[in-house]
Protein backbone atom coordinates (compact mmCIF):
# COMPACT_ATOMS: atom_id res chain seq x y z
CA UNK A 1 0.00 0.00 0.00
CA UNK A 2 1.48 2.99 -0.87
CA UNK A 3 0.63 5.23 2.60
CA UNK A 4 2.29 8.79 1.63
CA UNK A 5 0.00 8.96 -1.65
CA UNK A 6 -2.94 7.93 0.80
CA UNK A 7 -2.01 9.96 3.16
CA UNK A 8 -2.06 12.69 0.72
CA UNK A 9 -5.87 12.03 -0.17
CA UNK A 10 -6.86 11.83 3.37
CA UNK A 11 -5.70 15.44 4.45
CA UNK A 12 -7.31 16.31 1.54
CA UNK A 13 -10.30 14.93 2.95
CA UNK A 14 -9.66 16.98 5.90
CA UNK A 15 -9.42 19.61 4.13
CA UNK A 16 -12.85 19.66 2.25
CA UNK A 17 -14.35 18.77 5.69
CA UNK A 18 -12.82 21.66 7.24
CA UNK A 19 -13.47 24.29 4.26
CA UNK A 20 -17.43 23.04 4.34
CA UNK A 21 -17.83 24.71 8.30
CA UNK A 22 -16.66 28.31 6.84
CA UNK A 23 -20.46 29.34 5.80
CA UNK A 24 -21.78 27.39 8.93
CA UNK A 25 -20.09 28.70 11.34
CA UNK A 26 -20.17 32.16 9.70
CA UNK A 27 -23.74 31.96 10.36
CA UNK A 28 -23.64 30.46 13.92
CA UNK A 29 -21.16 33.06 15.26
CA UNK A 30 -23.99 35.68 14.91
CA UNK A 31 -25.82 34.04 17.71
CA UNK A 32 -23.12 32.82 19.80
CA UNK A 33 -20.14 33.59 21.34
CA UNK A 34 -16.50 32.19 19.36
CA UNK A 35 -15.11 30.96 23.25
CA UNK A 36 -18.33 29.43 24.27
CA UNK A 37 -19.03 28.02 20.24
CA UNK A 38 -15.22 26.12 19.80
CA UNK A 39 -15.44 25.03 23.71
CA UNK A 40 -18.52 23.28 22.50
CA UNK A 41 -17.33 22.09 19.73
CA UNK A 42 -14.80 20.47 20.98
CA UNK A 43 -16.27 18.95 24.18
CA UNK A 44 -18.85 17.21 21.85
CA UNK A 45 -15.79 16.02 19.76
CA UNK A 46 -13.73 14.94 22.89
CA UNK A 47 -16.64 12.92 24.00
CA UNK A 48 -17.19 10.79 21.13
CA UNK A 49 -13.21 9.86 20.50
CA UNK A 50 -13.48 8.65 24.57
CA UNK A 51 -16.57 6.65 24.05
CA UNK A 52 -15.78 5.39 20.47
CA UNK A 53 -12.28 3.66 21.59
CA UNK A 54 -11.80 4.18 25.71
CA UNK A 55 -8.72 2.32 26.02
CA UNK A 56 -6.73 4.53 23.35
CA UNK A 57 -5.68 7.14 25.75
CA UNK A 58 -4.43 5.11 28.57
CA UNK A 59 -2.23 2.62 26.15
CA UNK A 60 -0.36 5.62 25.11
CA UNK A 61 3.28 6.06 27.05
CA UNK A 62 3.58 8.85 29.10
CA UNK A 63 6.18 10.47 26.45
CA UNK A 64 2.63 10.52 23.94
CA UNK A 65 0.82 11.36 26.40
CA UNK A 66 3.05 14.49 27.13
CA UNK A 67 3.43 15.41 23.66
CA UNK A 68 -0.45 15.12 23.01
CA UNK A 69 -1.08 17.71 25.57
CA UNK A 70 1.97 20.12 24.19
CA UNK A 71 0.50 19.30 21.03
CA UNK A 72 -3.24 20.18 22.01
CA UNK A 73 -2.46 23.58 23.76
CA UNK A 74 -0.55 24.28 20.76
CA UNK A 75 -3.53 23.95 18.47
CA UNK A 76 -6.53 25.10 21.43
CA UNK A 77 -4.01 28.42 21.63
CA UNK A 78 -4.15 28.81 17.70
CA UNK A 79 -7.89 28.89 17.36
CA UNK A 80 -8.06 31.34 20.65
CA UNK A 81 -5.45 33.45 18.47
CA UNK A 82 -7.45 32.91 15.21
CA UNK A 83 -11.09 33.58 16.38
CA UNK A 84 -9.96 36.45 18.47
CA UNK A 85 -8.29 38.20 15.39
CA UNK A 86 -11.22 37.76 13.34
CA UNK A 87 -12.92 39.90 15.24
CA UNK A 88 -10.12 42.42 13.74
CA UNK A 89 -10.05 41.65 10.52
CA UNK A 90 -11.78 40.91 7.68
CA UNK A 91 -12.45 37.11 7.17
CA UNK A 92 -10.73 37.30 3.63
CA UNK A 93 -7.78 38.53 5.45
CA UNK A 94 -7.86 36.22 8.76
CA UNK A 95 -8.05 33.22 5.88
CA UNK A 96 -4.87 34.25 4.10
CA UNK A 97 -3.06 35.19 7.13
CA UNK A 98 -3.74 31.81 8.66
CA UNK A 99 -2.95 30.61 5.32
CA UNK A 100 0.61 31.37 6.00
CA UNK A 101 1.42 28.46 7.99
CA UNK A 102 2.45 26.74 4.49
CA UNK A 103 5.08 29.42 4.81
CA UNK A 104 6.06 28.66 8.50
CA UNK A 105 6.25 24.92 8.61
CA UNK A 106 9.07 23.91 5.99
CA UNK A 107 11.34 27.28 7.63
CA UNK A 108 10.69 26.07 11.08
CA UNK A 109 11.03 22.75 10.00
CA UNK A 110 14.48 23.29 8.80
CA UNK A 111 15.38 24.82 12.14
CA UNK A 112 13.54 22.92 14.28
CA UNK A 113 14.11 18.98 12.41
CA UNK A 114 16.95 20.18 10.62
CA UNK A 115 14.34 18.95 7.68
CA UNK A 116 16.14 19.75 4.26
CA UNK A 117 13.28 21.21 1.76
CA UNK A 118 13.63 20.75 -1.98
CA UNK A 119 13.62 23.40 -4.71
CA UNK A 120 10.36 22.20 -5.81
CA UNK A 121 8.93 22.02 -2.16
CA UNK A 122 9.74 25.76 -2.07
CA UNK A 123 8.17 26.64 -5.43
CA UNK A 124 4.85 24.61 -4.31
CA UNK A 125 4.98 26.90 -1.06
CA UNK A 126 5.32 29.71 -3.32
CA UNK A 127 2.42 28.82 -5.80
CA UNK A 128 0.50 28.41 -2.75
CA UNK A 129 1.32 31.31 -0.87
CA UNK A 130 0.26 33.45 -3.77
CA UNK A 131 -2.99 31.22 -4.79
CA UNK A 132 -4.06 32.07 -0.96
CA UNK A 133 -3.56 36.02 -1.64
CA UNK A 134 -5.57 35.58 -4.90
CA UNK A 135 -8.03 33.62 -3.41
CA UNK A 136 -8.30 36.19 -0.13
CA UNK A 137 -7.27 39.50 -0.18
CA UNK A 138 -8.88 42.48 -1.35
CA UNK A 139 -6.20 44.65 0.83
CA UNK A 140 -4.45 44.14 3.77
CA UNK A 141 -2.75 46.27 6.88
CA UNK A 142 -0.90 44.73 9.34
CA UNK A 143 -3.12 45.59 12.53
CA UNK A 144 -3.57 43.53 16.13
CA UNK A 145 -6.29 41.21 14.11
CA UNK A 146 -3.60 40.52 11.13
CA UNK A 147 -0.58 39.96 14.02
CA UNK A 148 -3.16 37.79 16.19
CA UNK A 149 -3.80 35.74 13.14
CA UNK A 150 -0.22 35.24 12.17
CA UNK A 151 0.99 34.14 15.54
CA UNK A 152 -1.94 31.63 15.22
CA UNK A 153 -0.37 30.30 11.34
CA UNK A 154 2.93 30.13 13.67
CA UNK A 155 1.29 27.67 15.93
CA UNK A 156 -0.48 25.83 13.21
CA UNK A 157 2.60 25.30 11.85
CA UNK A 158 4.11 23.98 14.86
CA UNK A 159 1.41 21.67 15.39
CA UNK A 160 2.03 20.64 11.56
CA UNK A 161 5.84 19.69 12.17
CA UNK A 162 5.03 17.73 16.15
CA UNK A 163 2.24 15.56 14.81
CA UNK A 164 4.26 15.00 11.92
CA UNK A 165 7.55 13.95 14.22
CA UNK A 166 5.35 12.41 16.91
CA UNK A 167 2.63 10.31 15.35
CA UNK A 168 2.56 6.92 13.97
CA UNK A 169 -0.38 4.73 13.07
CA UNK A 170 -0.20 2.67 16.28
CA UNK A 171 -0.67 6.34 18.44
CA UNK A 172 -2.90 7.96 16.20
CA UNK A 173 -6.35 7.56 18.30
CA UNK A 174 -5.11 8.33 21.63
CA UNK A 175 -3.03 10.99 20.22
CA UNK A 176 -6.04 12.53 19.19
CA UNK A 177 -8.09 11.64 21.92
CA UNK A 178 -5.91 13.54 24.61
CA UNK A 179 -5.57 16.12 22.08
CA UNK A 180 -9.24 17.14 22.07
CA UNK A 181 -9.58 16.50 25.57
CA UNK A 182 -6.72 19.71 25.92
CA UNK A 183 -7.83 21.56 23.18
CA UNK A 184 -11.32 21.61 25.38
CA UNK A 185 -9.38 22.63 28.52
CA UNK A 186 -7.95 25.43 26.34
CA UNK A 187 -11.10 27.05 24.96
CA UNK A 188 -13.63 26.58 28.08
CA UNK A 189 -10.71 28.77 30.01
CA UNK A 190 -11.02 31.35 27.57
CA UNK A 191 -14.60 31.06 27.36
CA UNK A 192 -15.17 31.48 31.65
CA UNK A 193 -14.76 35.49 31.48
CA UNK A 194 -17.72 36.30 29.15
CA UNK A 195 -20.04 32.86 30.60
CA UNK A 196 -20.83 30.24 28.55
CA UNK A 197 -23.77 30.01 26.26
CA UNK A 198 -25.06 27.20 23.95
CA UNK A 199 -27.37 27.34 20.74
CA UNK A 200 -30.64 27.87 20.73
CA UNK A 201 -32.07 26.15 17.91
CA UNK A 202 -32.32 22.54 16.49
CA UNK A 203 -30.49 23.59 13.46
CA UNK A 204 -27.83 25.05 15.12
CA UNK A 205 -27.43 22.23 17.22
CA UNK A 206 -27.09 20.23 13.77
CA UNK A 207 -24.46 22.82 12.97
CA UNK A 208 -22.39 22.27 15.88
CA UNK A 209 -22.52 17.95 15.52
CA UNK A 210 -21.83 18.19 12.30
CA UNK A 211 -18.61 20.29 13.08
CA UNK A 212 -17.71 18.42 15.97
CA UNK A 213 -18.05 14.92 14.84
CA UNK A 214 -16.83 15.43 11.15
CA UNK A 215 -14.77 18.43 10.79
CA UNK A 216 -13.52 17.96 14.64
CA UNK A 217 -12.76 14.22 16.15
CA UNK A 218 -12.79 12.31 12.69
CA UNK A 219 -10.39 14.90 10.77
CA UNK A 220 -8.22 14.80 13.45
CA UNK A 221 -8.12 11.43 13.65
CA UNK A 222 -7.30 11.39 10.50
CA UNK A 223 -4.94 13.98 9.86
CA UNK A 224 -3.12 12.60 13.23
CA UNK A 225 -2.36 9.30 11.18
CA UNK A 226 -2.25 11.02 8.05
CA UNK A 227 0.91 12.88 9.16
CA UNK A 228 2.92 9.80 10.10
CA UNK A 229 3.27 9.35 6.71
CA UNK A 230 3.98 12.71 5.22
CA UNK A 231 7.06 15.08 5.79
CA UNK A 232 5.58 18.24 7.68
CA UNK A 233 5.92 20.25 4.25
CA UNK A 234 4.12 18.04 2.00
CA UNK A 235 0.97 18.39 4.45
CA UNK A 236 1.10 21.79 4.79
CA UNK A 237 0.65 22.02 1.39
CA UNK A 238 -2.11 19.91 0.99
CA UNK A 239 -3.93 20.89 4.01
CA UNK A 240 -3.73 24.82 1.76
CA UNK A 241 -6.17 23.19 -0.02
CA UNK A 242 -8.85 23.82 2.62
CA UNK A 243 -9.99 27.75 1.15
CA UNK A 244 -10.14 26.13 -2.34
CA UNK A 245 -12.92 24.01 -0.33
CA UNK A 246 -14.33 26.75 1.61
CA UNK A 247 -14.77 28.59 -1.86
CA UNK A 248 -16.56 25.07 -3.71
CA UNK A 249 -18.75 24.82 -0.90
CA UNK A 250 -20.11 28.60 -0.42
CA UNK A 251 -20.67 28.99 -4.62
CA UNK A 252 -22.33 25.34 -4.06
CA UNK A 253 -24.49 25.54 -0.81
CA UNK A 254 -24.35 29.66 0.28
CA UNK A 255 -25.07 32.94 -1.80
CA UNK A 256 -21.43 33.22 -3.81
CA UNK A 257 -21.03 33.43 -7.07
CA UNK A 258 -17.94 31.63 -9.05
CA UNK A 259 -15.23 34.77 -9.95
CA UNK A 260 -11.62 34.81 -11.63
CA UNK A 261 -10.52 35.12 -8.18
CA UNK A 262 -11.66 31.76 -7.28
CA UNK A 263 -10.60 29.69 -10.45
CA UNK A 264 -6.83 31.56 -10.39
CA UNK A 265 -6.03 31.00 -6.77
CA UNK A 266 -7.89 27.60 -6.71
CA UNK A 267 -5.71 26.50 -9.99
CA UNK A 268 -2.20 27.89 -8.55
CA UNK A 269 -2.66 26.22 -5.06
CA UNK A 270 -3.97 23.02 -7.19
CA UNK A 271 -0.40 23.47 -9.14
CA UNK A 272 1.13 23.49 -6.25
CA UNK A 273 -0.10 19.95 -4.94
CA UNK A 274 0.60 19.06 -8.15
CA UNK A 275 4.52 19.92 -7.84
CA UNK A 276 4.35 18.75 -4.44
CA UNK A 277 3.39 15.29 -5.23
CA UNK A 278 5.36 15.06 -8.37
CA UNK A 279 8.55 16.02 -6.63
CA UNK A 280 9.10 12.84 -4.48
CA UNK A 281 8.25 10.68 -7.87
CA UNK A 282 10.86 12.30 -9.88
CA UNK A 283 13.15 11.45 -7.30
CA UNK A 284 12.41 8.08 -6.74
CA UNK A 285 12.93 7.22 -11.22
CA UNK A 286 15.90 9.14 -10.60
CA UNK A 287 17.16 6.61 -7.63
CA UNK A 288 15.52 3.78 -9.89
CA UNK A 289 17.50 5.12 -12.81
CA UNK A 290 20.57 5.34 -10.77
CA UNK A 291 20.65 1.82 -9.02
CA UNK A 292 19.94 0.10 -12.98
CA UNK A 293 22.76 1.66 -13.96
Known sequence: MNHPRLAVVALLAVAAAWGSTFFLTKDLLTRMDVADYLALRFLIASVALVLVHPPAIARLSR??????VALGITYGIAQLLQTEGLRHTAASVSGFVTGMYVVFTPLLAAVILRHKIGRWAWVAV?????????????????GPGELLTLAS?????????????WSTSANAFGLSS???ITITAVCAIGAIPGGFSIPGTGGDWVSVFYMALVSGALALIVQTWAQAHLTPTRAAIAMTMEPVFASAFAVLFGSESVTWRMLVGGALVLSAMYLVELAPRRKFEAEVQHLAQ
Open 63 to 68: LDRGRA
Open 126 to 142: ILATVGLGVLSLRGVSM
Open 153 to 165: AGLYALHIIGLGA
Open 178 to 180: LQM
